[in-house]
């Protein structure tokens, strides 16, 4: 079963730029192996410190941190679609310019590749995955 936040955040999360939390060692991309949406979500909540799935608030310079380090790669991140809803595991929606997914695929989770927009895939598909240590969401 997937676990889907239900909770409200306190509005959106601060904008950092990505390579910031790329040099303060917040962010964790697991390339040795791949899990499906709820085994990776457990694995970055077992990193020294905790963590979650990673929670844009730099969408391009992710993005583009995914082409360098993976490249034409489907990589996991903190994005669901419950209900015809798409969120954020902190509760706030994912915009229209962060994805153009289809809102009618229900209980699916997002993926994101180098330099494309996030969509939408089966929740149990396993990709590697992208950690924001030291946070965890509902």
Not at 14 to 19: A, E, G, L, T
């Amino acid at each position: 079963m997937i676990r889907f936040p239900t909770g409200k955040s306190d509005g959106p999360i601060p904008y950092i730029d990505f390579s910031t939390l790329v040099e303060k060692d917040c962010i964790h991309l697991e390339k040795r192996t791949s899990m499906n949406f709820e085994k990776s979500r457990d694995y970055c909540h077992g990193l020294p410190g905790g963590g979650d799935l990673f929670v844009a608030g730099d969408l391009t310079g992710m993005t583009q941190y995914i082409a360098i380090h993976v490249p034409d790669t489907h990589v996991i991140i903190g994005a669901f679609n419950k209900n015809g809803q798409n969120k954020w595991l902190d509760g706030r929606s994912v915009t229209n310019q962060e994805s153009n997914a289809d809102r009618s695929h229900n209980n699916e989770c997002f993926q994101v590749k180098s330099n494309e927009m996030m969509h939408t895939h089966e929740c149990n598909k396993k990709e590697y995955f992208l950690c924001q240590k030291g946070v965890e969401f509902l």
